[in-house]
């Protein structure tokens, strides 16, 4: 048996906010090469806490108060793979021990944390009257626009949600078929997500959608100190619900099986 053991610390700080992204990581990665058949098994565990200063900044006289978690922020991630390969049979005619020897069983399973995102304000460009003169607004909480990244609520911290977590195993089968003393088949069956699991990475934003106040339209806007009501979100999906599984390995992450043959020589 051999077995490695390695620890990785990094820090990326800054000691002032800044437009930039910054990372505090620690991982451990276990490392085991057992048995004569060449059986092993590799295991990593990564703890990051990612932080985010924003390329765009949803209130720029308050810079500080765009310092969160970055949407990338995953604070844990396990990772096992392992490689068997399964013990031959010795008893048996010859057909018998062809057809069940010589197979290899390998796989990958993941365990990962969800990750983060932001509570927001649904807020259209509303106009506005000041001194009897008519205005469009440029939408936004800030007057900087409608994008989700400046609506963010306001009492509610950035990237403050955090997701499900993810869980996922693929499987893979393949047998070698010696041809000559230089030519073999290896045939590969695979199956991903095996047990055909949602992980979801996409969740419902909006918490509120803003609206004109009683009798305003915008034909009569109101006046730029009137209050905006907020409200329920009006397509009724609330706020949190998961709306996107997608990943590999065709971008909708449900069950998948696949077939291939490699021929090495």
């Known amino acids: 048996m051999l077995g490695l053991q390695g620890r990785v610390e990094c820090e990326n700080e800054e000691a002032q906010p800044r437009l930039t992204t910054h990372l505090r990581c620690t991982s451990q990665a276990i ?24 390329a765009r900044l949803q209130n720029q006289f308050d810079p500080i108060s765009n310092r969160a978690a ?15 390969n399964l013990p031959k049979i010795q008893t048996g005619n010859r057909l018998s021990r062809a057809l ?9 399973y993941t365990a990962e944390s969800g990750r983060p995102f932001s509570a927001v304000i649904s807020l259209p460009n509303i106009p506005f009257t000041v001194n009897g003169a008519q205005y469009n607004g440029f939408g936004g909480l800030f007057g900087q626009g ?22 996922r195993l693929d499987l893979r089968l393949a047998r070698d078929i010696k041809l000559s003393e230089r030519f073999t088949l290896e045939l590969i069956g695979e199956g991903f997500n095996i047990f055909n699991r949602s992980n979801f990475n996409g969740f419902a934003t909006t918490i509120y959608s ?22 329920a979100p009006t397509n009724a999906t609330p706020f949190g619900t998961p709306n996107n599984d997608g990943s590999q390995p065709d971008g909708t992450n449900a069950r998948r099986f696949q077939l291939a043959a490699r021929f090495r020589f």
């Open 31 to 54: 490392f085991l090469l057992q048995g004569e058949r060449q059986n092993n098994c590799v295991s990593g565990i990564t703890k990051c806490k990612l932080l985010f200063s924003g």
């Open 70 to 84: 970055a949407t990338t922020d995953q604070r844990h991630r396990l990772v096992l793979n392992g490689i068997f």
């Open 100 to 108: 069940v020897n010589g197979y290899r069983l390998s796989g990958i």
């Open 146 to 167: 409608s994008s989700n990244d400046q609506n963010l609520a306001p009492s509610i911290q950035r990237n403050s949600n955090y997701g499900q977590p993810n869980y």
């Open 210 to 231: 803003a609206a004109l106040p009683t009798g305003s339209s915008a034909t009569n806007p109101p006046s730029l100190a009137a209050p905006i009501i907020l409200n």
